[in-house]
């Protein structure tokens, strides 16, 4: 769980919505919630199933060839 102030600092673009905004203090949570977790990009953009909103965010990796 992240506060809003603790969203607003997710680095990125992210669809906003008035709504979410309204209720929670910050444009977009998912999106934002997803980068932060992952510590890396967004990979899928928000979508909306089902009254669930979801976002992916994949962590930055770097295979190591070495071994």
Do not use: M
């Not at 199933?49 to 060839?65: E, L, N, Q």
């Amino acid at each position: 769980f992240y506060t809003a102030e603790e969203l607003k600092k997710a680095s990125g673009e992210f669809t906003s919505s008035s709504f979410v905004q309204q209720i929670t203090g910050v444009d977009n949570v998912c999106a934002r919630a997803a980068v932060l977790a992952s510590g890396g990009e967004l990979v899928i953009e928000k979508h909306i199933y089902s009254g669930v909103t979801f976002a992916v965010a994949a962590k930055p990796f770097t295979p190591d060839w070495s071994v």
